[in-house]
């Protein structure tokens, strides 16, 4: 069994529902990369759980990327 990533720059973001509920890194843009659950998606901003259960709204013009990792049979 592997492990892929999937990588979404910031511009492909806006809109893609299926990210919530996966768990993720997020890039800023100021390169601090957060770990936890995209709780919502919407064109302007993504919300964010931490591991610590705090949220967090993020605006998509400050995201530079988000990846999640997806397990492979190969």
């Known amino acids: 069994m592997g492990k892929r990533q999937v990588i979404y720059k910031g511009s492909e973001i806006s809109g893609k529902s299926e990210l919530v509920g996966k768990e993720v890194n997020l890039v800023t843009t100021e390169q601090r990369v957060w770990h936890g659950t995209i709780t919502a998606v919407d064109q302007g901003k993504v919300e964010f759980k931490d591991s610590r259960f705090w949220k967090h709204s993020f605006e998509i ?5 988000i990846y999640t990792e997806v397990v492979t049979d190969y």
């Open 61 to 65: 013009g400050n995201i530079d990327k």
